[in-house]
């Protein structure tokens, strides 16, 4: 059979036997081989053909025909049988088609509003089919779906399902869309919850074979789940935050006797942002907070809660055995919480450079500079890991390793001198270090091993 072949015009129909023929998928296209399929509508066939409509030499040709949804047939489905959803496996929408079976069209609300919006349903339907390939565009929710599924199933969390949000759908169907006050929270912010939802998946969709987007959570998604007794009080929105060791403990304690689950009305927006923004702590998870620490303390700091909390299971145990050291020891920690979070933060710190520098070869700051490393055996200026300013306070600066800029008298050479004892009196070395390629100081008398 002759190859068929024409050009483009927007405005002009395809004959019967044009028609016949893209059925049946022997529609040659221009330049196409049996290898490479025929280029689909809107897309040029070769360099020779730049634009489809525009001006340009080379030949457009007919692209293969493509059975369109119709608009009546999918009113003859939806008035009868809409309740039903066959509208809907007609328009290739099989899980609102699955929906409107179970549930009689959203109890009729669902095929009602459809009457009214078949044919914008019927022209998406038809873009989706023109498009070259499934994965061509992300997928996007729709925003009067969200509200049809919102009413009247959204109690029951029918609209975060459908806004891939499958844990507050869970527990909207567990708490009847919590108790109530959260479905009717959601007929006012849920624009802004199909917004995020579409921008995810627009972000997801271009990093498909990248790293997953960061984890960030919504303030008034955690002041939704604080500020209702039921789940507030056993730490729903700590578990939202991916607060893990407070959520347990508010789940035990019942939000901490109630003091911790009042208190976080007031800084559930600091509590946010430090789950947004993890960057901005040296420490990582392992960061303490004062807030955090006065929440373990009472009233449990008889027992020794904050200092667990703290990282300082010795102290803690001592506090569970004498109530908190009589109820004295409680007593001045409430006074001196600030300074035990910053001595926990430091340790901390010290410890997480102590690693990185035996896994990385690095040099150590022995003194002056406790818990800096830097890079052995290189010449010049570095600062790396842990900055010293994140972990102590001035005096304490950095310590370089390196050759000293020429000229500058602040810095002195230790070559093959040995070690003096710390000024701290913390002894001598373990063992004498290599000195050849380490400076000091002088302000502090800081030395390097090089080891």
Known sequence: MAAVAAVYDPRRKMSAEERRLADDNRFPAYGATPSSPPPLRGFSSGGNNPQINGPGPGIVVTVPYLQEKSLCEAYLLCLPFGFLGFHHFYLRRPWFGLLYFLTGGLLGVGWLA???RLPWLVREANEKMRRPSPDADPPQVNLIDAYLLW???????????????????????????????????????????????????????????????????????????????????????????????????????????????????????????????????????RQKFVDDAYVYAFPLGLLGAHHFYLERPLWGLLYFATGGLFGIGWMVDLCRMPCL??????????????????????????????????????????????????????????????????????????????????PGGGGHFASPPDYTKCVAAADNGGYYDDA
Not at 202 to 224: G, K, M, N, T, V
Not at 362 to 384: D, E, N
Not at 403 to 417: L, N
Request: contains cysteine; positive net charge.
């Open 114 to 116: 459809d009457i009214v």
């Open 151 to 285: 009413f009247p199933l959204g109690i029951i969390g029918l609209h975060h399902y459908y806004l891939r949000r499958p844990i507050w759908g869970i527990v909207y169907t567990l708490t009847g869309g919590i108790l109530c006050v959260g479905w009717v929270v959601d007929a006012f912010r849920l624009p802004s919850l199909v917004r995020r939802t579409n921008d995810r998946l627009i972000q997801e969709h271009r990093q498909r074979d990248l790293a997953p987007a960061p984890f960030r959570a919504s303030l008034c998604s955690a002041y939704l789940l604080c500020v209702v007794p039921p789940l507030g009080i056993l730490g729903a929105h700590h578990f939202y935050l991916r607060r893990y060791a407070m959520g347990t403990f508010y789940l035990v304690t019942g939000g901490g006797f109630g003091f911790g689950w009042i208190v976080d009305w007031f800084r559930l927006k600091w509590l946010t942002e430090r789950t947004n923004h993890p960057e901005r702590f040296p420490q990582g998870h």
């Open 341 to 422: 979070t910053d001595d926990a933060n430091r340790r901390i710190g010290l410890e997480l450079v102590i690693r990185a520098a035996a896994h990385s070869n690095l040099v150590i700051a022995s003194q002056g500079t406790p818990g800096t490393a830097y890079p052995g055996g290189q010449t010049g200026y570095y600062s790396y890991g842990i900055a010293p300013s994140a972990l102590y306070p001035p005096p304490y600066q950095p310590l370089l390793v390196g050759q000293p800029p020429s000229g500058d008298s602040s810095w002195v050479s230790v070559a093959s001198q040995p070690p003096p004892p710390h």
